[in-house]
């Protein structure tokens, strides 16, 4: 080891992290470098990176990387951390909790920190109703619950998920899952009873209304599969891997009330859009829907694995004993996190900051799209806004456009990601905690780099 190596250089993160952009090597740097080709060494390469520099400390809105370069944050670790990295009300539940347990299995000897989270959950989800909640790992594994949850209490066993769909990556939730490449392309076979149906996606929908397009789906349910033969309906409120794809009006309240009618289980999946993250608690409230079962997961627990299904209560209590569970779901430290993370989503009114952070990206993002038609469309809810590239003469997906412009924003020191079934979404989720200053600069520095690309 040199001496440079063994310097203590490493800051803390959370929210005293300076709030800059500051690159003081090329992106990656010659130690994310070194510890890519560790990583090529023993990682799968089924494990992907989107932008291979290896993080020390995070907070705010920036992530500092083991060169030294301190980089803003447009993504959230994918939705994830809303509260922000490391926040000190999270460190210190889960720091005060590591000291008592660590765990115990909550199907073995319990807790009342599980029971704690599901009454807030109860509390905070949709609807007046009585409900109950179980908890899980990933969000993966809440939907696959979900799934299970439905089937169990209707008898019935389809799944009807979404063109544009993103459920997960286990094998019940690629089947959901709409895309190919990477998610599923020789991973099969997939799980059986599971059909797709159209969604809204207004910038491709050609005039189609939100009823509209419900009208399609409910057509094409009960002429190929049947309501009978139907357990759930399982659907993103906003689309997020996706493509970030807002539904038309209407077009969720439709399929609601056609579940109803049909004794389908209507299950959101509010994995990305939840806690905040769209200017709202969760997505379902902008349409006023109030969904059967909701699997909420990412921004739920300020960055520790964590995530749950809550739902009408005739329903998630349907299993037999034993029937739902596993080894972690709702482990202690988790769970610490969860009551930290979910008190600053209603104390710190996160909601309202997610909706400020809406307005600075859209006001920034129309900008640019009024000068450049290469931006097809600028959508989203609060702090989860996208912009979808495209050939402004054949308004067709433009991927290699996308690619460039996120590989230009990151040498810039900006994180971005991208989304969409043919890539060519470029889509925002800046922690909540992010400075108003650090968000400009990362948005001017996309401008830049999208006027040069
Ligand atoms: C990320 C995501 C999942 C899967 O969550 P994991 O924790 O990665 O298993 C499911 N649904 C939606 C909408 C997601 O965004």
Redesign the pocket.
């Known amino acids: 080891m040199t001496l440079v190596d063994a310097l203590p250089l490493i800051p803390v993160g959370g929210p005293t992290l300076p709030q800059e952009r500051r690159l003081v090597t090329a992106v990656p740097g010659p130690k994310s470098q070194k510890l890519s080709r560790r990583k090529l060494e023993a990682v799968s390469a089924g494990v992907g990176v989107t932008l291979p520099v290896y993080i020390v400390a995070a907070g705010g809105g920036v992530l500092v990387d083991v060169d030294g370069n301190s980089l803003i944050d447009l993504g959230s670790g994918?939705?994830v951390t809303g509260v922000g990295n490391s926040a000190p009300e999270v460190v210190a539940a889960v720091a005060a909790q590591l000291a008592q347990f660590t765990h115990t299995c909550f199907t073995v000897t319990p807790y009342d920190s599980y029971i704690e989270v599901a009454e807030t959950l109860n509390r905070l989800t949709p609807g007046d109703h009585a409900k109950r909640s179980a908890l899980f790992?990933?969000?993966?594994?809440?939907?696959e619950n979900a799934v299970k949850i439905a089937r169990h209490y209707t008898g019935k066993q389809a799944v009807v998920a979404f063109d544009h769909?993103?459920?997960?990556?286990?094998t019940l939730?690629m089947g959901l899952t709409a895309k190919n490449q990477p998610y599923k392309n020789g991973f099969g076979p997939f799980a059986a009873e599971i059909y797709r149906a159209p969604t809204s996606y207004p910038y491709r929908d050609a005039g189609l209304d939100g009823v509209g397009a419900a009208r399609r789906a409910i057509t094409q349910i009960e002429k190929q599969i049947g309501a009978d033969n139907l357990a759930a309906l399982i659907i993103?409120p906003i689309?997020?891997?996706g493509g970030f794809i807002v539904p038309a009006p209407g077009f969720l309240p439709t399929l609601v009330d056609w579940c109803r009618a049909n004794r389908v289980v209507f299950i959101a999946?509010?994995?990305?859009?939840g806690f905040a993250r769209t200017g709202d608690l969760f997505a379902s409230n902008h349409e006023g829907i109030v969904p059967d079962l909701m699997?909420l997961?990412?921004g739920i627990a300020g960055g520790l694995?964590l995530?749950a299904v809550t739902g009408r209560a005739e329903i998630m209590d349907a299993p037999q004993v034993g029937g739902i569970g596993g080894t972690y779901g709702g482990n202690p430290l988790a769970c610490a996190a969860a009551l930290a993370t979910m008190r600053s989503y209603e104390t710190e009114n996160l909601a309202q900051r997610a909706r400020e952070i809406g307005a600075i990206l859209t006001g920034r993002l129309n900008a640019i799209r009024a000068v450049d038609k290469r931006v097809g469309d600028v959508r989203g809810r609060g702090a989860m806004i996208a912009i979808e590239l495209v050939d402004p003469v054949t308004g067709d997906p433009d991927a290699a456009l996308t690619g460039r412009v996120v590989a230009a924003a990151h040498a810039q020191g900006v994180v971005l990601l991208t989304c969409g079934t043919y890539g060519n979404v470029i889509r925002f989720l800046p922690p909540l905690s992010i400075p108003d200053d650090l968000l400009v600069e990362g948005l001017q520095v996309l401008s830049s780099v999208f006027a040069a690309a």
């Open positions: 994918i939705a790992n990933s969000g993966a594994e809440a939907v769909a993103y459920h997960g990556r286990t939730t993103e689309q997020g891997e999946d509010e994995v990305q859009t699997v997961a990412k694995p995530s």
